[in-house]
C-alpha cells in the first residue's frame, strides 16, 4: 500500500485523512485564536492579501476549498454581490460547521457544503474564482487536488492558493526554534493539545516549497502561475490561471 507524510511521520494513504481529519477535530474551536497566536495576527494581512490580489468582481462565482472558519468566504461573499455566488467548503465537518457558524453570525449566509478538494462535486467549468488558504499541504494526493481545482475553473479562471512555504535562510533557524519550541507549548497552554501543533510545524516542511508547488500547478493545467513571497517566505501566493 502507498504511504505518505502525516507530518514527519510516513504512514498509509489510506490512514492520512483520518488522522488529519482528527487534528482539525481537535482544534476547531480555538482555531482562529491560534493562528493569532501563531502569527502574531499577520494570517489576517496575508488573507487580505490574496483576496486583494483575487480582485474577485460582481457577479462572479467562487468556490472556497478548506474554508475552515470563512475568513476568505467571508472577504468574497460582499464582492460578488447578490447577482455572485461564493461556496463555502471543507473537508472536516467541525472546521465547516464553526465556519457556517461564523458566517452566520456576522450576517453572512452562503451554501456549504461538506467535500473532498480531490473530488469535487462540482461540473467543469463551474467557477471563475477557486481559492485555498492554508489547506492544500494537508491533502493527500495534492496533484489531483490541484487538477480537480482546475477542471471546475471557466477558461481564464484563477486559482490561488495561500499556503506555509520555505523560508529564507536567514530566517531559518529562528523559524525552527518557533516553530518546534514554541509552538507546541502554544498548543498546549491555549488548546491544551501540543501534538497537534506539532503536526501543523511539521506538515510546513514536508509541503512542497515555492517553485515545486509552481510545476505542481502547471502540471495540473494551470497555463501561467505567478507566486508572491510573503515575510520571507514563511507564506507563498500562488496564483494560477487556467488555460
Not at 487580505?48 to 468566504?73: E, M
Not at 467557477?127 to 491533502?139: K, Y
Not at 494526493?141 to 479562471?157: I, W
Not at 507563498?236 to 488555460?243: E, F, K, P, T
Request: glycine share 8%; hydrophobic share 45%; aromatic share 8%.
Amino acid at each position: 500500500m502507498s504511504r505518505t507524510h502525516f507530518g514527519f511521520e510516513s504512514v498509509e494513504e489510506a490512514h492520512k485523512a483520518a488522522r488529519v481529519r482528527g487534528v482539525f477535530d481537535s482544534v476547531a474551536e480555538r482555531y482562529d485564536l491560534m493562528n493569532d497566536l501563531m502569527s502574531m495576527g499577520l494570517h489576517r494581512a496575508w488573507k487580505a492579501y490574496a483576496v486583494a490580489v483575487a480582485n474577485v468582481r460582481a457577479g462572479q462565482r467562487v468556490l472556497d476549498i478548506a474554508g475552515g472558519t470563512g475568513d476568505l468566504a467571508r472577504a468574497f461573499a460582499p464582492q460578488v454581490g447578490s447577482t455572485g455566488l461564493v461556496v463555502h467548503t471543507d473537508i472536516n465537518e467541525n472546521m465547516l460547521r464553526t465556519g457556517r457558524d461564523r458566517l452566520i453570525d456576522a450576517g453572512v449566509a452562503l451554501p456549504t457544503a461538506l467535500c473532498d478538494a480531490e473530488t469535487l462535486p462540482f461540473a467543469e467549468a463551474s467557477f471563475d474564482l477557486v481559492s485555498v488558504a492554508f489547506g492544500l499541504r494537508n491533502m493527500t494526493h495534492k496533484e489531483r487536488a490541484l487538477t480537480e481545482m482546475c477542471r471546475v475553473l471557466k477558461p481564464g479562471g484563477r486559482l490561488i492558493v495561500l499556503e506555509f512555504s520555505k523560508v529564507t535562510p536567514a530566517l531559518a533557524k529562528t523559524y525552527d526554534w518557533y516553530s518546534f519550541q514554541l509552538l507546541p507549548r502554544l498548543g498546549r497552554w491555549v488548546a491544551n493539545d501540543a501534538q497537534s501543533y506539532r503536526y501543523l510545524a511539521e506538515s510546513i516542511r514536508v509541503h512542497p516549497d515555492q517553485a515545486a508547488l509552481k510545476g505542481m500547478m502547471k502540471s495540473a493545467g494551470f497555463g501561467h502561475v505567478d507566486v508572491h513571497n510573503l515575510a520571507g517566505g514563511v507564506v507563498a501566493l500562488h496564483v494560477g490561471i487556467r488555460c
